[in-house]
């Protein structure tokens, strides 16, 4: 990643955004007005250097995957002195997480057109040979264009990294939403992410998650075990249909070989659907 200690983009912080675990989100205005958002490595992790190599790593990818009308735009990165920064374009909107908290009828009324922009943008994703290992809503933000329609944007690529098959080294991502071979230490691709996906899509059709156990031991055993089948989303919800049903099942297949093997060709399944 570049060094540039004299940003191109000039800007006043106007507001701190939010404090994640490894960065901090601040709220900036240019000259002319636009709102961006600086994204800064926590001062506490300048010398971690497996953070700190996560954290421009995660900007190399968005700066590579930009601009997409579905991926959260990368606009500029460097150093402010030691600290690694990224300023992206500013989200007028929620996490999709946050959405489904509040149940906001947005998701509830067409849960499909939602899904489909998320398959599209994991899709670019992929088709650029990258993998997210971190797909989950809090990771999906939806804002309201001018003519009403909601758009759909992918974000947080620190975890993210080509997308050749391989074994991870360490266990990273949500718990709740990784695939059987992320929790067995297995090798590792694309089909990880379609798993992720069909979490997150069962969990907007019939508002609960297939795997969710009275802890995290439970909710692991659910995931990797041949022996726990989740409920068809049908059986939760009669009005879903039979080809929506069998996206999200073969997306939950546990043999990864099974499931679609890229979201590419999810994202035609979900087209027809």
């Known amino acids: 990643m570049p060094d540039k200690t004299t ?68 606009l500029e990165w460097g150093s402010h002195g030691v600290v690694p920064y990224e300023l992206i374009e500013y989200i007028d909107g929620q996490s999709l997480r946050r959405l489904l908290q509040v149940k906001d009828p947005c998701v509830s009324s067409d849960p499909l057109a939602i899904l489909r922009q998320c398959a599209e943008a994991m899709a670019h994703l992929h088709d650029r040979g990258f993998i997210h290992l971190d797909i989950k809503p809090e990771n999906f933000l939806v804002s309201r264009l001018a003519d009403g329609r909601l758009q759909v944007k992918l974000t947080d690529f620190d975890l993210s990294r080509e ?72 059986a939760l919800k009669p009005d879903i249909s039979p080809k929506v049903d069998r996206i999200i099942a073969l997306c939950l297949e546990k043999d990864p070989a099974q499931r679609y093997p890229s979201m590419t060709f999810l994202c035609d399944e979900l087209r027809k659907a």
Request: hydrophobic share 40%; aromatic share 8%; net charge positive.
């Open 163 to 234: 997308s050749t098959p391989r074994k991870e080294r360490r266990q990273s991502g949500t718990v709740a939403y990784l695939a059987p071979e992320q929790i067995r230490r297995e090798v590792v691709g694309p089909p990880a992410d379609v798993f992720a996906f069909g979490i997150m899509a069962y969990e907007l059709v019939t508002g609960r998650m297939p795997f969710q156990g009275q802890h995290e031991r439970q909710t692991r055993w659910r995931q990797t075990s041949d022996r726990f089948i989740p409920k068809p989303p049908k």
């Open 7 to 74: 940003p191109a983009i000039a800007y006043n912080v106007v507001r701190e955004l939010h404090v994640g675990g490894m960065a901090r989100l601040s709220v900036a205005v240019t000259p002319d007005g636009q709102q961006i958002v600086l994204r800064q490595l926590l001062p506490l992790y300048v010398l971690n250097l497996r953070l700190r190599r996560q954290f421009t790593n995660g900007v190399r990818i968005r700066a590579a995957l930009s601009p997409h009308p579905l991926i959260v735009r990368s």
